[in-house]
């Protein structure tokens, strides 16, 4: 059975260690030390490292650990010749194995051009694309680039568990809350009072399904997000959230 095992990096990163028996995978190594803990901890073998963008917060560690352990390193394509230790540049739908567990990469951009998810037995590691409760900023894409991005990730099966880039919950559900984006919303509500009551604890994973209840950001289309924005249509509903975001200071 694949488990996976999450560390904290830096001051809100997530650091994954996928074990399957005694190998292991790291994925978004923004530091070495950390990762190479947990390994140590765990008793297992790095074999694969997979950075799911080329932001220094989330490669880092790579190139030592990879150095370290002779493990490939695998990045989206348009990402790869901007990580270093890249060895295993990925195309969208490409599929490779890690201890005989089928891993598909989904490409995602709009953080970055080359962002990938990575999604093997029922879980998603999208890096810095979705969020719970909201997304990444869009540093080299366009808002019809992440309405595509995000529509893929939230099109996946009610059951997947998304292992995201860091903590931010807490932070985007004030946000929520603090527009009074969708006022009515009692999901969104009780999943701030939930999360809230312990502003310390890990929210990984995410629920999908409660993304797609609570995430302004994956609810480009229903009718309270299209009220709080005054928009018609998926893209301008969603830009309209993006840019209440970027401007709102908690």
């Known amino acids: 059975m694949l488990a996976v095992h999450w560390v904290r990096a830096l001051k809100d990163n997530y650091i994954y260690v996928l074990v399957a028996g005694e190998d292991a995978a790291v994925v978004d190594p923004g530091e070495a030390a950390p990762a190479e803990a947990a390994l140590a901890r765990l ?3 790095l074999r694969q490292i997979w950075c799911t963008h080329h932001h220094w917060d989330h490669t880092n560690g790579a190139a030592e650990l990879a150095a370290r352990h002779g493990a490939d390193v695998f990045a989206g394509e348009a990402d790869a010749g901007r990580i270093a230790a890249a060895t295993r540049p990925l195309r969208d739908g490409q599929k490779f ?3 005989g567990y089928t ?5 995602i951009p709009a953080h970055t051009l080359g962002q990938v998810a990575f999604l093997v037995d029922g879980n998603v590691f999208p890096g810095d694309t979705l969020f719970g409760a909201g997304c990444g900023r869009l540093f080299e894409g366009t808002p019809e680039m992440m309405v595509r991005s995000l529509g893929r990730l939230r099109a996946l ?4 568990k998304i292992w995201c880039g860091h903590e ?3 932070h985007n ?3 929520c809350l603090g527009v009074a984006i969708e006022p009515d919303n009692a999901a969104l509500h009780a999943r701030y009072a939930r999360v809230a009551a312990a502003p310390d604890a890990p929210t990984i994973p995410l629920s999908l399904v409660e ?4 995430n302004p950001f994956l609810r480009w289309d229903a009718p309270g997000i299209r009220r709080f924005t005054g928009t018609d249509g ?3 509903a969603f830009a309209s959230v993006r840019r209440t975001k970027d401007q709102w200071k908690e």
């Open 103 to 107: 891993v598909e990469a989904l490409a």
């Open 43 to 45: 008793g297992v073998t």
């Open 157 to 160: 099966p009610d059951d997947t």
């Open 97 to 99: 194995d890690f201890a």
């Open 173 to 175: 559900l004030r946000f």
């Open 234 to 236: 998926d893209v301008a």
């Open 211 to 214: 993304e797609r209840a609570t």
């Open 168 to 170: 931010y919950t807490l």
